[in-house]
């Protein structure tokens, strides 16, 4: 009895709340906690999400959906001819937020586009060690402390970057989140008070929701910043409710408790699309599946016999039931929604009979080897240990003894680095910032013991990234591009398995979510119909 | 009594080093460390590996940072998460009373309705009402508590849509917390409707955790009971002409209960290891579910200060649960 009246208290409860709605809300069932709100430190995809692309903004910024770039902060700029002089202007009446803990008292000016880069720089900054421990992970990682030689401000308004080398990707770079602009003037306000660490708990920036709380783990709430510059925000609310299980997330979209949700379960996607009350977008994903062999050991250092192990495995069964059926089977090592996709390579095709042939033909008798299957589920593969099964069995027809092996995540990546590791191995690659060489990389000399599973140094493949590195003509670079993934599939490093799609499942009444290759979520320019 | 509490808590000092001890190495024993674990794909080049590993400090003896660790928790210092760069002990000052609400609206579940199930089922040994009790305990305590959770959601959630989903509070309730515990901060709230917001999300959630506890409680209960019912002052009460309401209230069940209270003492380890998944589940935001974040992050500074002081706490709860049972039972104290 006591337990029915709690329901039917609780039924009313909602039903008075459902009255009371009258600001636009979007609540959005986001998959983890972001680590803090300065977009620099942190790497993960969810840090993201609640500090650069809701609370802040850049130089540049990537178009909605896509990867190409348009102006953001800076209204234009112009690259010296060597290309190592960038000059921003920038725009004029850039608003920071107004909050409870910070009240402006000028615009956005170079000064505060400075700081944003020399603070994970300049290791003399108390900026730079303001968190105990933070290695400025992305800053470095994109090689920009090499890179950047000095940042002038030249007027309140022009900010030039002198770079040590030409860099393609530099304006792109420019576009990601660790490149998000933060106020100068908050800063030193805090650093009088004594209080840095607020910088990252209390955000302050000039994009187009603000931040109102946090209660860790739960919920994050926002609101839209009425000064924002590109126009305030057709949402008054904007809510995180942090649901880290994938099903969970999926009742709670169904139920009403959110509106949006990220990354479903591939098994949950048939059910949400089903809902007559929600759609599902749905969009190519930025990324790639593959296993990698040892090319420096016997017998996977000859072509052929990468190239007959290749032949065997039927990546479209992996697809279907792996994937089930959100995914395509990989040519190349990049996808092809990128620039410089090369659509004349042709696959190797699956037949075993052919395989078995050139095995023989490699002198290759009574193989066996080991596949490792990662133990955890990423996008580019939903489900590795299942992928290692089909593939072990694949190879059982082509009379190849495989064993499948895993480790605790940390450590299987580690161990597969190993110059002598033993066995193909599974991975994948989301990409960055949309450029091709963010993948290429992967099979560079120099990501040897880093990225590169195959412990593959080709030469023609490695003058050609660094070619393409050289040049910022993009007719010039796709050219070389798509030379490198003839080379790639010539070669067969990896067996490349599979693009996946990406899900985004969302109720109908919201309206101009676009969903972005980089797997970033944005919810500038989303409204609710009622 | 004093010096019984006393011996208890000299029993204590060495149990918290030796906790302390295996936290650390525990945390160090998995495979990979926190940079690792932060690079990812991308992986990490050797120099910068080196660059962090100095800056970290994790290339000094293990005896050099477990000195350092200890003398810095006896100082109060339970060091600085290495992913969110917070302070280790307020981190867990924040998400404590969430668990600490769920275990025990759990417990009083538990032990509601896992004493008196366990109490007629003694007394009707052998009937229906007794097999089926201890067929449902005996699923309860074999029930994987994340398949268990899911499936309550779908139904009670996803199929009635009586409860929500998930989560501590209805968002459209936004206060700052006062306490910690939501029930108390929503009537603190003032605002209509937040206390039994507050009261549904948490229907689901300790359902599930209470599910093992009650089960071990209502089974140790039963077998406690039936001990006793065949001791002689039960006959000799049985023979006075007692009857059996008194008899089994009063004689039997006092004897009994000291059995369950060591159980239910044990059971807040059992809680601690539950609200982990129950949390992750039910988008709980405690401990549990920090502690499995701080494991996958191979936060060294999280886990092994959270796993400290969640020792320190169960041990506590052990020690109120020592005192209270020389409290009932007098022949304790003499020992």
């Known amino acids: ?102 009240t402006p008292t000028r615009e956005l000016t170079a000064e505060d586009v400075k700081f944003s880069f020399e603070r994970q720089w300049k290791k003399e900054s108390p900026w730079y060690s303001y968190l105990a421990g933070t290695g400025w992970e992305y ?29 393609v990707a530099f304006l792109p770079d420019l576009g990601m989140d660790f490149a998000s602009i933060v106020s100068k003037e908050y800063a030193d306000q805090l650093e009088k008070a004594g209080t840095l660490a607020q910088f990252s708990q209390k955000p302050v920036g000039t994009g187009p929701y603000q931040f109102v709380d946090y209660q860790v783990d739960a919920v994050i709430r926002y609101q839209a910043w009425d000064g924002y510059f590109g126009g305030r925000q057709k949402l008054d609310d904007l809510i995180f409710a942090i649901t880290p299980d994938a099903a969970v997330r999926a009742q709670k979209l169904k139920a009403g408790e959110c509106d949006i949700m990220s990354y479903p379960a591939p098994a949950d996607i048939a059910g949400l699309k089903a809902d007559t009350n929600l759609n599902v977008a749905e969009q190519e994903g930025l990324n790639v599946g593959y296993m990698a062999y040892n090319t420096t050991v016997a017998p996977f250092d000859k072509v052929e016999v990468r190239k007959a192990l ?100 940390t450590e299987y990546r580690e161990r597969g680095k190993a110059k002598d590791r033993d066995g193909a191995f599974q991975l994948g690659w989301t990409g960055d910032n949309g450029d091709p060489d963010n993948f290429l990389f992967l099979l560079g000399c120099s990501a040897i013991g880093q990225s590169n599973y195959a412990i593959w140094c080709n030469k023609e493949f490695e003058d050609l990234l660094q070619a393409g590195k050289a040049t910022t003509d993009t007719a010039k670079r796709t050219e070389i591009y798509e030379k490198a993934q003839e080379v790639f599939k010539r070669e067969a490093p990896w067996l490349t398995i599979a693009h996946s799609k990406v899900f985004m499942p969302m109720n109908k009444k919201v309206v101009g979510y676009a969903m972005d290759p980089l797997g970033i979520h944005r919810f500038d320019g989303v409204d609710v119909t009622e | 009594m004093f010096r019984y509490l006393l011996h208890k808590l000299a029993l204590i000092v060495p149990t918290i080093f030796g906790i302390s001890l295996a936290a650390f190495a525990f945390v160090r024993l998995l495979p ?89 089922a003694a007394v009707k040994r052998g009937s229906w009402f007794d097999q089926a009790t201890m067929g449902v305990a005996l699923t309860g305590y074999s029930m994987p508590i994340f398949w268990w959770g899911l499936l309550l959601i779908i139904f009670f959630s996803g199929y009635l849509g009586w409860t929500p989903v998930s989560g501590r509070i209805g968002l459209q309730f936004f206060f700052k917390p006062v306490t910690g515990f939501m029930l108390i901060d929503s009537l603190l709230s003032g605002r209509p409707g937040a206390f039994w917001s507050a009261l549904s999300h948490l229907i689901l959630p300790s359902i599930v955790l209470a599910t093992i506890p009650l089960a071990v409680i209502a089974r140790q209960t039963r077998s406690a009971m039936l001990e006793v019912l065949g001791e002689d002052y039960v ?94 039972n007098p022949r304790i104290r003499v020992q």
């Open chain 2, 32 to 120: 990979g460390d926190p940079i690792l674990a932060m690079a990812g794909e991308r992986g990490v080049s050797p120099e910068r590996y080196a660059e962090l590993i100095e800056r970290f400090g994790f290339n000094r003896p293990y005896i050099v940072q477990y000195y350092e660790y200890i003398i810095r928790v006896l100082g109060g210092d339970f060091g600085i998460s290495l992913s969110t760069k917070r302070p280790v002990f307020g981190e867990f000052m924040t998400l404590f009373p969430a668990t600490l609400e769920l275990a025990l609206v759990a417990m009083i579940i538990a032990i509601l309705i896992g004493i008196p199930a366990g109490i007629f």
């Open chain 1, 139 to 167: 800053f470095a990682g994109m090689g920009f402390p090499d890179l950047l030689k000095e940042i002038v401000v030249v007027d309140d308004h022009t900010v030039k970057f002198v770079l040590n080398k030409p860099e």
């Open chain 2, 235 to 328: 006959r000799t009460a049985r023979a006075k002409g007692l009857s059996p309401r008194r008899i089994i209230g009063l004689h039997a069940f006092r004897n009994a209960l000291i059995p369950v209270i060591t159980t239910i003492g044990l059971q807040v380890g059992t809680l601690m290891a539950g609200a982990i998944l129950t949390e992750t589940i039910f988008s709980w935001p405690g401990i549990g579910k920090w502690m499995i974040d701080a494991i996958g992050k191979r936060d060294y500074a999280v886990v092994q200060s959270g796993l400290l002081i969640i020792a320190l706490i169960v041990m506590a709860v052990n020690l109120v649960v020592d005192v209270l049972y020389a409290v009932i």
């Open chain 1, 1 to 102: 009895m006591k337990t029915k009246l709690t329901f039917a208290a609780a039924l009313l409860a909602a039903t008075v709340m459902g009255g009371m709605a009258n600001a636009k809300q979007l609540v959005y069932c986001s998959e983890a906690s972001p680590a803090g709100f300065d977009p620099s430190p942190w790497s993960g995809g969810n840090d993201f999400d609640a500090s650069s692309r809701t609370i802040y903004s850049r130089l540049v910024e990537f178009d909605h959906g896509k990867t190409t770039i348009s102006p953001g902060l800076a209204e234009s700029w112009t690259v010296s001819d060597d290309g190592k002089e960038y000059t921003f202007k920038l725009r004029k009446g850039v608003k920071f937020q107004t909050t409870d803990w910070f």
């Open chain 1, 310 to 409: 290749n032949m065997a495995v039927n990546k479209q069964a992996i697809i279907d039931a792996v994937y089930q059926g959100a995914g395509q089977a990989a040519v190349n090592p990049i996808p092809p929604t990128m620039w410089s996709y090369n659509k004349n390579i042709k696959d190797d095709p699956y037949d075993p009979d052919a395989a078995k042939k050139m095995l023989a033909d490699a002198g290759v008798k009574d193989l066996s080897m080991k596949i490792w299957a990662m133990p955890v589920s990423r996008p580019y593969n939903p489900g590795a240990q299942r992928v290692a099964e089909m593939i072990q069995a694949d190879y059982a027809k082509v009379g190849v003894k495989a064993e499948i092996v895993s480790y605790e995540w």
